[in-house]
């Protein structure tokens, strides 16, 4: 289980260095908001893709703990005067909570009917952030304080967000390289060889989802700051959808994968106007394309450029000697 | 639990490899296992006992149930009377990771293989059993996390290399071929460091040639002191490699015994080796 990545520390380097110095040579503040935008939305995808691209767990309503991020964070900070600091880690711990109790029922469903839970799961969430408009403001809305100095100016709120993306892509690539990343992979391609092996299905989908919840609330609450003002409009399913195809587009079992179809996704429509128009169209076109095309995901042409091992008739040689003292020191234990 | 199963294990391992003792170990046991499919019995009142340091063919004609009692030892189905032991203790009602974790392991007709995987990530999966540290320890690749990583790779590297495929370790395990793929299937049960190994059908598909090396394969796991159950078809393979050879039909034992006595038993032959 190799990232791309790690293959290749130079451009490793090179990118974080571009990265990290975009304030200087963005074109204009708004290019910097959008990267601003980009970030916070790999902060849950990021978090979504050990669901959906290693675990193979269906999610599309993770809108829904998007939105409760949001929510949770435009009220304790906005609504309370919370820190906004504090009102962002709540916002995490809300998100995985929430998280937790949805999966507690539903991933003991199989795939298709898992999907349709999340999706219901989302659509509640959105008319409960209509009813409740004592809280949530209703319809109208509610507006969502900035983050303090020194975060309050675009470069700097920027280098936060970054930081925060930077933080979950390196847990999950954490995860994907150990051992756990192994039985995640293993829970999406073959549930029997999985139970052959002693992972425990449900606790190890839990903890999955719990994550991916905590990275939702933590995206969320980002997100709805950089709005500035939310209301149930911002937290439409074609948003959870959104998430769901970057991941898709970007490829299973990978993180450079996600995090490129997240960047094209979300910049493409804004950096080329026609392109805008289309809208939903766009993303539809765009699924199309990959899914016929190249099913194994855009982070898949970079397979083409790594060297291939020459496909030889291999001959299967038992190392007897080899094998006896392996075995051994396993009775020894 | 863990820890029970850790005494457990090590009470099979402290009488290993020396095989005069195997007696004394802990044996894998089926008594009077019936499996019934709707009004079909499967497998009807079975009794076996696989022992550690042994190879235990388990032969017979299609249907006769012999990859019904394999997923009735390791979890996979649930039996419908009759218990499943380890020792002394019981099994029967322990699911298939509990049972892994208890030190029975398996591979499959057809090997179910990560195949996006390199042939190494696939046989490190099979330590997991031996994995302690959870999500959050991962994530945040604790030194704990990562040691046990790596002590995982290092077994499956050297248990890799020890059934012969030392030249493939970073291919993705779906470009292998198919003996490739049931070498490796072994490997992944072995680094999970079993006390028992179910094998169905492992030279299915192979060559006089790659079948041999099975053979000396899983006789060294034998010599290893691990209990070994063969399903098999290819009976001058098990005739050869076996110390006791059970034969079913119909669901039941018409024959137990050592390779010669079954070997030479009419009903034996007139129900399955034929004349």
Redesign the interface.
């Known amino acids: 289980m190799k990232p791309i990545s790690s293959s290749r520390p130079v451009l490793l380097v090179l990118s974080l260095v571009a990265l990290v110095s975009l304030p200087f040579w963005a074109p204009d503040e708004y290019k910097i908001h959008l990267a601003t935008l980009i970030a916070a939305y790999w902060v849950l995808i990021g978090g979504l893709n050990l669901a959906v691209g290693y675990t193979g767990l269906l999610s599309i309503g993770h809108v829904g703990l998007f939105a409760i991020g949001a929510y949770a964070f435009a009220i304790l900070a906005g609504t309370h005067d919370v820190h906004p600091y504090v009102a962002l880690a709540a916002a995490g711990g809300i998100g995985g909570l929430c998280g937790l109790l949805l999966g507690l029922p539903s991933l003991r469903l199989p795939g298709f009917y898992f999907a349709m839970a999340t999706m219901a799961f989302g659509m509640i969430v959105g008319e409960l952030s209509l009813a409740f408009d004592g809280l949530t403001g209703g319809g109208a809305g509610i507006s969502v304080p900035a983050f303090p100095a020194p975060f309050d100016k675009p470069a700097t709120v920027f280098w936060l967000v970054l930081s925060l993306a930077a933080i979950v892509t390196v847990m999950t690539w954490n995860v994907a390289r150990l051992m756990f990343g192994r039985s995640l992979v293993a829970l999406r391609d073959s549930e029997v060889a999985a139970a052959a092996v002693g992972i425990p299905f449900y606790r190890t989908k839990l903890a999955v989802y719990s994550f991916s919840g905590v990275t939702a609330g933590v995206g969320g609450a980002v997100f709805a700051s950089l709005q500035t003002y939310i209301t149930p409009e911002t937290f439409v399913f074609d948003l959870g959808m959104f998430f769901f195809i970057c991941i898709i587009i970007g490829g299973r079992g990978s993180i450079l994968g996600p995090l490129l179809g997240t960047i094209a996704l979300t910049a493409l429509p804004e950096v080329a106007a026609p392109l805008a128009k289309l809208g939903q169209f766009f993303y539809g076109i765009v699924l199309l394309l990959v899914v016929l095309l190249v099913p194994e995901g855009i982070g898949s042409v970079f397979h083409l450029f790594r060297k291939q091992p020459a496909k030889t008739k291999h001959v299967v040689k038992p190392e007897l000697e080899l094998l006896s003292t392996a075995l051994r020191k396993g009775a020894a234990r | 639990m863990n820890a029970r199963e850790n005494t457990l294990r090590k009470d099979v391992?402290a009488a290993?490899?020396a095989h005069v003792s195997k007696a004394a170990a802990a044996a894998l046991s089926a008594r009077d296992v019936t499996r019934s499919f709707g009004a079909v019995k499967a497998v009807d009142s079975v009794s076996l006992q696989l022992r550690p340091g042994e190879i235990h063919g388990l032969i017979g004609p299609n249907g006769s149930g012999k990859t019904t009692m394999l997923n009735l030892l390791?979890g996979?189905y649930p039996v419908t009377s009759g218990n499943i032991a380890i020792g002394s203790r019981d099994v029967t009602a322990a699911?298939?990771?509990q049972r892994?974790?208890a030190g029975i392991?398996?591979t499959?007709q057809k090997p179910?293989?990560?195949?996006?995987?390199?042939v190494l990530?696939n046989a490190?999966?099979?330590?997991?059993?031996s994995?302690r540290?959870?999500?959050l320890a991962?994530?945040?690749?604790t030194p704990r996390?990562?040691r046990?990583?790596a002590d995982?790779r290092a077994?499956a590297e050297?248990?890799l290399?020890?059934?012969?495929?030392?030249?493939?370790l970073?291919?993705p395990a779906g470009?292998l071929?198919h003996?490739?793929q049931r070498?490796l299937e072994i490997a992944?049960?072995?680094v999970?460091?079993p006390s028992f190994l179910l094998l169905d059908e492992p030279a299915g598909g192979l060559t006089e040639h790659?079948i041999a090396?099975l053979a000396?394969?899983v006789g060294?796991?034998r010599?290893?002191?691990?209990g070994v159950l063969l399903v098999e078809h290819h009976t001058d393979f098990v005739f050869k490699i076996c110390d006791r050879v059970t034969t079913l039909n119909l669901g039941a034992t018409i024959k137990h015994g050592t390779p010669d006595e079954v070997r030479n038993d009419p009903e034996v032959i007139a129900v399955y080796l034929g004349a």
């Open positions: 391992s290993l490899p390791c996979f699911t298939v990771q892994s974790a392991a398996r499959f179910r293989l990560l195949n996006s995987l390199s990530d490190m999966l099979g330590g997991w059993n994995t540290s959870g999500f991962a994530a945040l690749a996390a990562r046990e990583n995982i077994r050297e248990i290399c020890g059934v012969g495929l030392r030249e493939v970073d291919r470009n071929d003996a490739e070498f992944r049960s072995l999970a460091q790659e090396q000396a394969v060294t796991v010599n290893a002191g691990i």
